[in-house]
Nanobody, 124 residues
Framework: QVQLVETGGGLVQAGASLRLSCAAS????????MGWFRQAPGKEREFVAA????????YYADSVKGRFTISRVNGRNTVYLQMNSLKPEDTAVYYC?????????????????WGQGTQVTVSS
């Protein structure tokens, strides 16, 4: 069984950058797509970005397109989310998730393993 642990969150000012990491343990990631999601207080969890097993396909929410970059290093069993030009509206708990299979999707119901989340707070 896979466990996911996110790190890299913190408190930053608007315009700053952060890189989140998601380390998988328990088994080697294999033919799994990975996604990042976020949840702000009082709001539903929303899709941020996803990446295919081979990294050939990536998909972003419109709200982060051009500012965030998802990547993965399969040999390290790790997925990253590089976040640039952060805005106060990016403030949320960020979760990584695993979806068995090669298709890259944005629906939370398609992911069956989740990390505990890491807090990102962007001040204005």
């Amino acid at each position: 069984q896979v466990q996911l642990v996110e790190t890299g969150g913190g408190l930053v000012q608007a315009g700053a950058s952060l890189r989140l990491s998601c380390a998988a343990s328990g088994r080697t990631l294999s033919y799994d797509s990975m996604g990042w999601f976020r949840q702000a207080p009082g709001k539903e969890r929303e899709f941020v970005a996803a990446i295919s097993w081979t990294s050939t396909t990536t998909y972003y929410a419109d709200s982060v397109k051009g500012r965030f970059t998802i990547s993965r290093v399969n040999g390290r069993n790790t997925v990253y989310l590089q976040m640039n030009s952060l805005k106060p509206e990016d403030t949320a708990v960020y979760y990584c998730a695993l979806r068995p299979g090669t298709m890259v999707v944005e629906h939370t119901s398609q992911y069956n393993t989740w990390g505990q989340g890491t807090q990102v707070t962007v001040s204005s």
